[in-house]
């Protein structure tokens, strides 16, 4: 039988090094669990970094999928596809945006959101509006373009010159970031909730002043809710949970349940200023994709999956906010909305990430210290105690270190 080191081994011979993976080869997913190459079983916390919203392998998915297999795979944007009209219509119907363009992933998504909005304020004569402005913490994808809106140096290094007309201000400071949409923004982008800065949220009533500040100077307004979108608050998009409305969203991750699709919806009147040939992509709203997309969103929709995310998230936040109490010396901080947590330790965080998947249970690093949860809405209360009792015993286990 092949294990975990052979394929570890296999990888660094043909595959670039460009991530630090988990020494785990998976090879099957069903619900909230996987297995990999050894038969070792998962509890995924991790959900392909929020792309399996379904838990993996959703029946109703996978019979989308083979339908459409049956049909076409592929058949380029120069013909009409029924799946792909049928999902924006979906989008569109269930949000407050009009009109949207498909693409493949969430970097594809913004780097589309960063050209529609410069073209919108060119169509407006307004050539010197460029600039687009982004906060601290953030991350918005690791092409040029999207690279130059993440404001993180450490993942910048190297690629330098990155594209101009990008700037950056901490949202921890309302006024000074207020004053930073000056006459040349053209639009501010923000995750309403951070994903990879940690599952940082904005200060309160934050959004409301930005979107006030954005429609007075005629800039807009771009949710990037590749992460924190679809569900995961326990709303379809991240912006009604703020009840704030942007100008663009961009989603991407769990959209399609683990296939690559990318979507930017916007309002009409900035959507109307793309012509043919001003943006294109000759895999965006690819069939089995759109069919993947349709069938994830119809069941959310549907089944009860977003009250669901709102009980599962109140129980999962109350549990760990119990935890915190009882190990004030090891836990810092809880951040959680939704299905969508932080965990804060005084400790790094691989050694407690590294625990648990020796107990069977996969869940990710953010930063040094922290440990990020973003579970499939398939798990139950179960799974969440599972969890909790894995992290206590852990935290005893120091504590018992500390004392002898």
């Known amino acids: 039988m092949r294990t975990n080191k052979y394929y570890i081994e296999q990888e660094k011979i043909y595959i670039m090094n460009t991530y630090n993976r988990y020494p785990i080869t998976l090879i ?9 190459v050894e038969e070792n079983k998962y509890l995924d916390f991790l959900s392909g970094i929020s792309c399996t919203l379904l838990g993996h392998n959703h029946p109703k998915v996978i019979k989308a999928i083979k339908d459409q297999v049956d049909f076409i795979l592929h058949t380029s944007n120069l013909f009409y596809s029924p799946p792909n009209i049928e999902l924006a219509k979906c989008l569109i119907e269930n949000g407050d945006l009009d009109s949207l363009f498909f693409c493949n992933s969430g970097t594809e998504a913004n780097e589309c959101a960063i ?11 307004k050539e010197q509006k460029n600039v687009i402005l982004s906060a601290h913490h953030s991350f918005h ?17 190297g690629f330098s010159p990155l594209p101009l007309g990008f700037k950056y201000e901490s949202w921890d400071d309302t006024e000074a970031f207020c004053k930073a949409i000056d006459d040349n923004v053209a639009a501010v982008i923000l995750e309403p909730i951070q994903g990879e800065g940690g599952i940082n949220q904005p200060p309160a009533g934050f959004l409301n002043k930005i979107r006030q500040i954005c429609t007075e100077r005629d800039v807009l307004l771009i ?3 590749i992460q924190c979108g679809l569900g995961r608050t326990g709303f379809l998009f991240a912006y009604q949970y703020f009840n704030v409305t942007p100008d663009i969203i961009t989603l991407a991750k769990g959209i399609a349940s683990g296939l690559p699709l990318g979507v930017v919806c916007a309002t009409q009147k900035v959507a109307k200023t793309f012509s043919p040939g001003d943006h294109g992509t000759t895999f965006g709203g690819n069939p089995v994709s759109c069919s993947a997309a349709l069938a994830t969103i119809n069941i959310i929709l549907n089944e009860n999956i977003l009250e669901k995310v709102k009980e599962l998230g109140t129980y999962f936040k109350d549990k760990l906010c119990l935890l915190k109490k009882n190990y004030p010396k090891y836990i810092l901080d809880i951040r959680a909305t939704g299905l969508m947590i932080a965990i804060d330790f005084n400790f790094k965080n691989l050694l407690i990430v590294e625990y648990l998947q020796k107990q069977g249970i996969l869940v990710h690093t ?21 969890f909790i009792e894995n992290v206590k015993e852990y935290l005893n286990d120091i504590k018992l270190r500390q004392i002898k």
Do not use: H, M
């Open 223 to 225: 949710f990037d809710e």
């Open 141 to 157: 994808g690791r092409t040029l373009g999207a690279l130059a809106a993440t404001a993180k140096p450490k993942i910048q290094e």
């Open 366 to 386: 953010c930063g040094e210290n922290s440990v990020r949860l973003l579970p499939s809405f398939v798990i139950n209360k179960k799974d969440i105690d599972i």
């Open 115 to 125: 050209k529609l909005a410069r073209k919108y304020q060119w169509s407006l004569g």
């Open 28 to 36: 099957k997913g069903n619900g909230q669990f996987v297995w990999d």
